[in-house]
């Protein structure tokens, strides 16, 4: 193999998922294409590379590229290259050769061994300074950290996830345990872990390997939803994950139990299997309930029956039966539960519980678990409703590994009634914090709609809680007459029943348009979303106009979509500044959307050039707009629809998607002027009645289904739920049963 030293010259193409690097390098005889798996390499950067000679069919001649190291630049003009080629924020030609100036050849060595002295550079301050050492070094480290991966079959992308979880002592962590990888990194599975530890030389039978293993089995069941998996189920799962005998699993199971990194109950003679994490949300949710429900409340000097007749005068409005029976409910029961569709009153019965109890001098707290839904409830009540994480203080340990919260049983909330809405969207991990932070005393009133999709993350928290029968339950099960001029309610609630809705009924606000095919499908969704709906309402295409499709991926999913509608609704052009991420290319004007809670994302609101509110925090469904880009910088500003500004570095784009579409479980908790919904083949698992129910939930004003009444009707029949393992229901019965009973 041939050796060759040189200075990248340009970038020709660079595959950022695998790191395959086309590019130009200028050796000290000559100027050559070279070609290979170069990961990271950037403009001006002296690399070495092994290999050999080829000639391509098309472009001739170029030298393959099978490995390459980092060379310190030595010359002046390459350290400016170096330093100026954007690895290094807010460092341009200018700044790297008043750098070069003064340090000369030995500016790198400066910047990474004594930093400070850049102070004697003109126009670097303390704070330019700190900002170039730790890009310095951080861009050093990982570029060690993604070559020594790649031996291990680990591509850059992932390679830098690794790097962001566990920084310079990733090489050690990873030799120490690999398997470690699939439990702490999002994203790596354990198929990947595996693989890396095979070519390590771990034994397929090695204590970690099934120990990890049986973990990931049980980590991956809360991704689907459930708490715990049966005994048998898990033995299968994790069979077929470490092909390996069952009794070694079994064997590795019970290891796991008594070191107490699982749980193991039994529920109706099954052995239930837990992570402990769930094991914990789900005892401590049982307990919590039944305590509160139990305690002895502060008692109202009020006469429930005036209060509500002087209710109805000021509102104009009678109340239905089990209105009223929910405002009575609420003022002598600790725990409360309110359920009920579209159209049943829910906001106006949750309007007059909060005004009783002002007008007796009680402190009232309003919750939602995102912070659209947090938004809506603010609007809906005309008083300020926050997410659930930040009503318990979210916070980040000094190591910024683990979410802490600052209210828990140590330091409760102090509110004498805290109202949370959307609680179907809320997990068994979220509701243990929550009612952890409750002091026994405090009135509790859980608000949601269990016919919408379960939460994301495990438990069915919700439904449990209403099927146990230990707490009050009110069903608002009356539409009202005004809402039955909606035709989103109407058929909302007659697709809950199993019906058919009425369709393109002349002056409503509920439409399908019948399509046979998928082209057919998208390329109206993209008419209806770019002419036909803002031209017949005057909607806004990006800020009135939501797309919700049943999944990501398919002929008329998600990741179709999004990139269809960017072309049409935010078409390139040259005064907007692109960046090109894997598969997604991000744009200036875009809309996107968080994709997962990020607790120590800095942000603020800035009105008239002044900044008027900081805090941390963005999270998962979260929309807003690319309003600029810093290529120089290495950035992008995005606007969240409650006017959050917040600064993206590239190397974090990982966490937005695209969101001219989105699926509809990503729109819970969230409303929109208008949803258009394609409706074609899918899977059936998700092509369900209460995906539907729950899709056409979030509009407003205007419903435009697009696509074969055949698969509108099949979802409509399709009222199975997939089972979700949770042993909450069972916990609340018999801790009532041994308290109350």
């Known amino acids: 193999m041939l050796e060759i030293n040189g200075i990248i010259q340009e970038i020709i193409y660079k595959n950022e998922d695998n790191g395959y690097t086309i590019a130009v390098l200028e050796s000290d005889d000559d100027v050559l294409t070279v070609v290979g798996n170069m990961p990271l390499v950037s403009d001006g950067e002296n690399i070495s590379v092994e290999g050999s000679f080829i000639v391509h069919k098309t472009y001739g001649e170029q030298f393959k590229v099978e490995s390459y190291k980092l060379v310190a630049p030595s010359t002046e003009s390459g350290v400016i290259k170096y330093l100026s080629s954007g690895l290094l924020p807010g460092v341009g ?45 951080e861009q050093r480290e990982l570029k ?4 020594y991966l790649q031996n291990f079959d680990i591509n850059p992308n992932l390679g830098m996830k690794i790097y962001k979880k566990y920084g310079s002592e990733t090489i050690a962590k990873i ?6 990888l699939s439990e702490e990194v999002y994203g790596i599975g354990f198929g990947l872990t595996d693989k890396i530890a095979q070519n390590m030389g771990i034994a397929k039978d090695s204590s970690y390997r099934i120990k990890a293993g049986i973990v990931y089995a049980l980590n991956k069941s809360g991704i689907d939803g459930h708490t715990y ?32 990194k699982i749980q193991i109950e039994v529920f ?19 307990k919590r309930i039944v305590e509160l429900s139990q305690s002895e409340i502060a008692p109202l000097d009020v006469d429930i029956e005036e209060e509500i007749e002087r209710l109805e005068v000021e509102n104009g409005m009678e109340f239905a039966k089990n209105q009223k029976k929910a405002i009575r409910e609420s003022i002598s029961n600790g725990v409360l539960v309110v359920t009920g569709g579209p159209g049943t009153g829910k906001t106006t019965t949750i309007n007059s519980i909060i005004d009783i109890f002002e007008e007796n001098k009680l402190e009232v707290i309003l919750a939602a678990p995102t912070g659209r839904a947090a938004k809506r ?12 994480h930040r009503l318990l203080e979210y916070t980040f340990g000094d190591d910024t590994i683990g979410m802490y919260f ?63 029968k230990i707490i009050p339950v009110v069903k608002l099960d009356e539409i009202f007459r005004q809402a039955k001029e909606s035709m989103i309610i109407v058929n909302a609630h007659r697709i809950n029943s199993g019906e058919k809705p009425y369709l393109n009924q002349k002056g409503k606000d509920f439409f399908l348009i019948r399509e046979s095919d998928p082209e057919s499908i998208v390329e109206t969704v993209l008419e209806l979303a770019k002419y036909r709906l803002p031209k017949f309402n005057g909607y806004d295409s990006m800020r009135d106009i939501q797309v919700l499709s049943c999944s990501k991926k398919g002929d008329v999913g998600v990741n179709i979509l999004n990139k269809k509608l960017q072309q049409v609704l935010n078409p390139p052009k040259h005064y907007k500044p692109e960046k090109k991420v894997g598969e997604a290319l991000y744009r200036a004007g875009d809309k996107i959307m968080q994709i997962k809670n990020n607790y120590n994302t800095k942000w603020k609101r800035v009105s008239q050039g002044r900044v008027i509110g900081e805090g941390e925090g963005v999270f998962n469904g979260d929309l807003g707009y690319i309003v600029s880009m810093d290529m120089e910088e290495g950035e992008l500003l995005v606007v969240f629809d409650d006017d959050r500004e917040v600064v993206y570095k590239f190397n974090q784009l990982d966490e937005i998607r695209h969101a001219y579409a989105t699926t509809v479980h990503k729109s819970q908790g ?16 998700l092509l369900t009645r209460n995906l539907l129910y729950t899709g056409i939930t979030r509009a407003k004003e205007m419903v435009v289904l697009v696509g074969m009444e055949k698969y509108l009707d099949y979802m409509i029949g399709n009222d199975k739920i997939t089972e979700r393992y949770s042993g909450l229901k069972k916990r609340l019965e018999r801790i009532y049963d041994y308290i109350v009973r």
């Open 93 to 137: 030609e200018k700044t790297a050769e008043k750098i070069v100036n003064v340090f000369g050849t030995e500016a790198l060595d400066i910047i990474q061994y004594n930093p400070e002295r850049l102070s004697e550079v003109e126009g670097i301050g303390k704070k330019k300074i700190e900002k170039i050492a730790d890009s310095f070094v």
């Open 144 to 147: 060690e950290v993604v070559m």
């Open 175 to 180: 030799n120490q345990n690999p398997y470690r």
């Open 229 to 260: 998996l049966p005994e048998e189920e898990l033995l299968a799962r994790a069979a077929e994950i470490l092909r390996i005998d069952r009794e070694l699993i079994e064997q590795g199971i019970m290891d796991l139990a008594v070191s107490q």
């Open 268 to 286: 109706d003679g099954i052995r239930a299997v837990y992570s402990m994490i769930h094991y914990n949300a789900e005892t401590g949710v049982s």
């Open 377 to 388: 409830m603010s609007e809906a009540t005309g008083r300020e409703a926050s997410t659930i």
């Open 406 to 468: 600052g209210k828990d049983d140590g330091a409760p909330i102090e509110a004498d009634v805290i109202i949370v809405d959307e609680v179907s969207m809320v997990d068994i991990i979220l509701m243990n914090s929550l009612l952890k932070a409750i002091t026994p005393g405090t009135r509790l009133i859980i608000v949601g709609d269990t016919d919408q999709l379960p939460s994301v993350g495990p438990g069915n928290v919700l439904k449990d809680i209403i099927e146990s």
């Open 670 to 685: 969230s409303e929109f002027p208008v949803v258009i919904m394609p409706i074609y083949w899918g899977p059936p698992m």
